[in-house]
């Protein structure tokens, strides 16, 4: 029985990478004072959640009470904050420490309106304990658990009841710690998700910058709309300076809610320079950064979706967000306002806290992402800790990128070996080098099989099928079909792609009239513009004829998506104004525009997959053309000429 294999991939993956956000300093009186409850336990679960509520990710760590210090305390006890990993969605955000099951931890925890608990100043107070070989505590965190004890009096002090929050410990079992990629290079200094995998946005790999938009419906007193944008470019501008990170503004806007909970995958940084919808719960937290990605590494590979730099795979970003907390007196000081916006862009990147305790490591405290605002004037500075890291995600090498392709496998009782039939080209893109390699993983072989030669995947058929249904090219919705599908990415040795998709999207027979001239174009498709399944001479009907004199013949018009006895339908440009142009294509195929000044020597000067076709062209059979939209193109010389090639 034909089989078509389904995919459900939730292109969000919501999981908390940030380890805590820009804080004012508080003592450790303060911090306990602020807390409802202060205990040391070990964490027995981690699991993560959706909210129906406010679509937001959450995770709820069941922790161990093992040793109380204040307030009234179950046996085990929950704890929630924001982020966590559901299905395949992930959300990084820097207000919330991420637990593994089998830590110690010294938890200071206070309560939201809902009654839930969460760290009074995220990973600030939720230490990671770490013990020694012999088992005895390490210095400096048994030297602060009894300075805890002291101010505690051993635990004797008042504090709130938080045995609402108690667990009941049976249902939970053992509960092995998820396994992910943990070896290669160390993510020290980026936010990882619970697989340890970090996260990028990948559009700069491409020279494109990331588009901005700025809510600025409130702000700090004292500080005008001018100098508040001002302070948002100032931010974004240090990052860009020190990697390859790119962006640009893409204006104001209200966006209605709080920034964190808008994931529509539309790769969008928004700056929301206020909190009017009180998302920012931690005591004296003065913003809150952090992104969406798409999660998962591929299965059996390792290969992240947002592409490997250096060792170290990652997810891909797909949205990112600031919040900042206008109301504190704090960011009426310009400056801090402008530290605060660096050190919550630098979140959204994917970088974690430099330290989050306090140390003498001078380079660590006088990073922008220490986890304490300086407030010393200081503004958009990075120090070489800063640009060092985010290197580690921008870096000036840029990797490699590369497109999804799609096969509508033509099948016939002798496989048709016709070029540009049941293959693609898979191409490699890259700023800096042409050396790029093709890697394929992943495989399946249901209805066929893949071979790679050179650049081009070719597929077999390994039956004789006479029809099936299209299936939608379209991934964006994250779920998709196919008969067939193998992975690829490109590296140029040092870094490499997110890895793509080449998917048999429909399976055609040619050769029921019992011809056994198969020249790979399908019987539906004769059928459809001739009338017949077989090629006749008398209708210009052969895969080499040209019945509409437009330069291509049915075999090119077949695979090319257009219409062989409509002339007008032939492949060409459009229409074209000042850096942009419209052309004819076949949706979800790929193109590339090549460039000239004096029409002998041509470059390539971008690659595009055009997408924006209903979903009735996309699953028609035949695929009717669509009109392609392009900007963006080189206008900086005083003539410029364009050609489009269709990648075979």
Do not use: C
């Not at 200094?189 to 946005?201: E, H, K, Q, S, Y």
């Not at 049941?422 to 893949?450: C, K, M, P, S």
């Amino acid at each position: 029985m034909l089989r078509r294999n389904f995919i459900f991939l939730f292109l969000l993956t919501a999981s908390l990478g940030a380890r805590a956000a820009s804080v004012l300093p508080m003592t450790l009186d303060e911090q306990i004072g602020a807390s409802a409850a202060v205990f040391r336990g070990t964490v027995l679960r981690v699991e993560s959640f959706r909210s129906a509520e406010d679509g937001i990710i959450y995770t709820r760590t069941a922790i161990r009470v093992d040793e109380g210090f204040k307030g009234r305390l179950p046996a085990v006890i929950n704890v929630v904050h924001r982020g966590g990993t559901v299905g395949r969605i992930g959300l990084s955000d820097s207000s919330s420490p991420q637990f593994r099951v089998g830590e110690e931890r010294l938890l200071l925890v206070t309560r939201r309106g809902d009654g839930t608990l969460f760290a009074t100043q995220g990973e600030a107070t939720a230490t990671r304990l770490r013990r020694e070989k012999k088992g005895a505590l390490e210095r400096g965190h048994n030297d602060l658990l009894e300075r805890i004890r002291g101010k505690t009096n051993s635990g004797r002090i008042s504090g709130a009841d938080v045995t609402d929050q108690a667990v009941n410990l049976s249902p939970y079992g053992v509960f092995a710690e998820p396994v992910g990629d943990t070896g290669g290079p160390s993510t020290n200094g980026l936010l990882v998700d619970a697989f340890n995998v970090p996260a990028r946005f990948v559009l700069p790999d491409r020279g494109e910058p990331i588009p901005y938009l700025v809510d600025a419906v409130s702000l700090p007193a004292g500080i005008s709309q001018a100098q508040a944008l001002s302070a948002v470019s100032n931010a974004m501008s240090v990052w860009s300076l020190a990697s390859s990170f790119k962006f640009t503004y893409a204006g104001m806007q209200d966006f209605g809610a709080n920034a964190a909970s808008i994931n529509n995958d539309d790769g969008l940084f928004r700056i929301q320079l206020h909190d009017n919808h009180h998302f920012i719960t931690g005591a004296n937290t003065l913003g809150i950064g952090g992104s969406w990605y798409s999660s998962p590494l591929l299965a059996n590979t390792n290969w992240g979706s947002g592409g490997r730099v250096g060792g170290t795979e990652f997810n891909r970003g797909v949205n990112g967000y600031v919040i900042l907390k206008h109301t504190n007196v704090a960011m009426q000081t310009l400056s801090t306002f402008t530290e605060v916006l660096t050190h919550e862009v630098g979140h959204v990147l994917g970088l974690a806290h430099s330290s989050n305790d306090a140390t003498n490591n001078s380079t660590l405290t006088n990073s922008v992402m220490y986890y304490l605002a300086h407030a010393d004037g200081r503004g958009a500075r990075l120090n070489s800790y800063d640009t060092n890291v985010v290197r580690l995600v921008h870096p000036t090498n840029t990797p490699p990128w590369t497109f999804n392709r799609v096969i509508d496998a033509t099948t016939a009782p002798s496989t048709p070996n016709v070029p540009g039939i049941n293959e693609v080209e898979f191409r490699g893109y890259d700023l800096q080098t042409t050396n790029l390699t093709i890697a394929t993983n992943g495989q399946t072989a249901y209805t066929g099989d893949f071979t790679l030669s050179d650049s081009k995947i070719k597929y077999t058929p390994n039956d004789y099928y006479v029809d099936t249904d299209r299936d939608d090219p379209d991934t964006s919705s994250g779920s998709y079909s196919y008969y067939d599908i193998i992975y690829a990415r490109v590296s140029d040795g040092t870094n490499a792609s997110p890895f793509a998709m080449i998917r048999v999207i429909s399976l055609r027979g040619e050769g029921s009239s019992g011809s056994l001239t198969f020249g790979g174009i399908p019987d539906y498709w004769m059928m459809n513009f001739f009338g017949h399944v077989g090629p006749l001479p008398g209708d210009m009907s052969r895969a080499t004829d040209d019945p509409d004199g437009d330069g291509l013949n049915n075999l090119q018009e077949y695979i090319t998506g257009m219409n062989p006895k409509a002339p007008k339908f032939a492949q060409r440009i459009t229409s074209f104004s000042l850096g942009s142009l419209q052309f004819q294509a076949k949706a979800y195929e790929l193109y590339e525009v090549l460039g000239s000044t004096n029409l002998t020597t041509w470059t390539r000067v971008a690659a595009v997959e055009p997408t924006t076709a209903s979903v009735q062209i996309r699953t028609s059979l035949p695929q009717t053309n669509i009109i392609a939209v392009i900007s963006n193109l080189p206008t900086s010389s005083p003539r410029m000429f364009f050609r489009i090639l269709k990648v075979p």
